[in-house]
């Protein structure tokens, strides 16, 4: 399986831009990388998702690196409703629907 | 529905009581999940349905815990002769077929359980 590895918290100013890294050194050649995040008390909440090229939506842009072993998630102008826990997502092994989730990097916007 | 609905959103019960789980899938989304989320930590996968085929039940952490789906719609999760262990926030998510890893999963807020 896909093992990701992400830093426990980070902080961002709030306007500024938040970027947070994903190591996933075993990912194979197809396995996608997903973003999702935790807002304090609800479900996981999709961003964004990629394979090898960068990828952008309304809510973020995905960077990954050339060789596919990491990944920065950016949230180009950070609010304070993006402080959450944001988890960096390999793609199960044996199954493409079983995700493996780590702890994820609890992000805290400060005003 | 709109989203995917669980019920109840907190439930605390007993030690060694039955408890009862339900989770309502967003309409047309043929596959359903099951995860559990101690505080603190990542998800930990239990089940998937996916239409009419078997269940993976290959997460479920003992025999205490099943889980049934009708058709394509509502998914109930039981656990049986709860334990403390089991007091965590219990997540579904719903999505459309898994194909080519192309999956987008759609949690609903969890189950709080408390088992006291």
């Known amino acids: 399986d896909a093992k990701t590895t992400q830093p426990p918290s980070m902080d961002c100013a709030e306007g500024r831009a938040a970027n947070l890294p994903c190591n996933h050194s075993t990912i194979s050649g197809n396995e996608y990388v997903y973003w999702y995040r935790q807002i304090h008390s609800q479900g996981p909440q999709y961003i964004i998702h990629?394979?090898?090229?960068?990828e952008t939506n309304e809510m973020a842009s995905l960077i990954i690196t050339e060789d596919r072993k990491s990944s920065t998630l950016i949230l180009p102008h950070a609010t304070l409703r993006d402080t959450a826990v944001y988890y960096c997502?390999?793609?199960?092994?044996?199954?493409?629907?079983?995700?493996?989730w780590g702890a994820g990097t609890k992000l805290i916007i400060k005003p | 529905g709109a989203g995917v609905s669980q019920s109840p959103s907190n439930k605390v019960t007993e030690k060694g009581k039955d408890v009862e789980l339900r989770c309502d899938p967003i309409?047309?989304?043929?596959?359903l999940y099951w995860y559990r989320q101690r505080l603190g930590q990542g998800l930990e996968f239990l089940i998937y349905?996916?239409?009419?085929?078997?269940?993976?039940k290959s997460g479920l952490p003992s025999d205490r815990f099943s889980a049934e789906r009708t058709g394509e719609s509502v998914s109930t999760l039981t656990i049986q002769r709860t334990q403390q262990e089991d007091s965590a926030v219990y997540l579904c998510?719903?999505?459309?077929?898994?194909?080519?890893?192309?999956?987008?999963?759609?949690f609903g807020s969890g189950t709080r359980l408390t088992v006291v």
């Open positions: 309409s047309g989304h043929t596959a």
């Open positions: 349905f996916q239409g009419n085929s078997a269940p993976d």
């Open positions: 990629g394979l090898k090229n960068n």
């Open positions: 997502i390999g793609q199960g092994r044996d199954s493409n629907y079983q995700l493996i």
């Open positions: 998510a719903s999505s459309l077929a898994p194909g080519t890893g192309l999956t987008r999963y759609t």
